[in-house]
């Protein structure tokens, strides 16, 4: 569900902007968490290693 690809005439007020921020707050956490993971990682390995 990507809501920049739906077509923005006339099914504006479908738009949800809690659902929107709170589908934003995931993908950033999910990011951020991914990130994190790799940065611990790979430090982790460094002092392994």
């Known amino acids: ?14 738009f949800n902007p809690d659902a929107f921020k709170d589908q934003l707050k995931n993908h ?14 790979s430090s982790i390995k460094h002092y392994l290693y």
Request: overall charge negative; proline content about 7%.
């Open 1 to 14: 569900m990507d809501p920049f690809s739906s077509p923005s005439g006339g099914s504006s007020s479908n």
């Open 28 to 41: 950033l956490a999910q990011a951020y968490a991914e990130e994190f993971l790799e940065s611990s990682v």
